[in-house]
């Protein structure tokens, strides 16, 4: 039945436009400009859709303990953050240890071609001292890392995440990092 009527809707549009002057072909065209309107509109509504994490990275603590690491004092650190290995993105440098704030806002599009589904996070320490890795020429040492979940599109993560070190004997867990997360709607204009 459903076919009958898709039948009879069709032959009555053909009449109608034949009234109008207007041939099947013309039919046709119009039908198919509706389809390009249309599909052109979704392909604009998804460019105006672009999804960003709203990123706050707040505060760390336990980082370079002076009951760990005595020879580490009043250092200059940053956080390396990213979604994507290849858009690696950094905080300011901030003196201090083990207590380090940085309450500093950040905007990382999104590509949902690609994996988006963690936030990786590592705190570093820059500068010299006799526990800088002897590897590195400028004294840069990873004190912490952290692979964060990125939030639900309608939700919004906030807390104190756990950070490793690398030591001679594997992994260690020291300190925290707090950080707030939102994936928000990028605006187009």
Not at 95 to 121: H, M, T
């Amino acid at each position: 039945m459903n076919t009958d009527m898709t039948e009879v809707q069709k032959k009555q549009r053909a009449s109608l436009y034949r009234k109008r002057g207007r041939s099947n072909k013309d039919l046709t065209n119009t039908i198919m400009n509706r389809r390009k309107i249309t599909e052109n509109k979704r392909i604009a509504d998804e460019r105006d859709n672009r999804i960003g994490l709203a990123l706050s990275i707040h505060h760390a603590e336990g980082i370079d303990n002076p009951s760990n690491y005595p020879s580490v004092f009043n250092m200059n650190y940053c956080v390396l953050f990213w979604v994507y290995p290849d858009d690696q993105l950094a905080t300011e440098f901030v003196s201090g240890s083990p207590e380090l704030a940085w309450n500093q806002k950040y905007c990382i599009e999104l590509d949902e071609s690609r994996d988006c589904r963690f936030l990786y996070v590592e705190v570093l320490r820059c500068g010299s001292s006799s526990e800088s890795s002897p590897g590195t020429s400028n004294g840069t040492r990873l004190v912490g890392r952290a692979k964060i979940p990125l939030p639900d599109l309608s939700g919004k993560t906030e807390g104190r995440y756990g950070l490793v070190r690398l030591e001679e004997d594997g992994y260690k867990a020291q300190g925290h990092i707090t950080l707030s997360m939102k994936l928000i709607k990028i605006d187009q204009s």
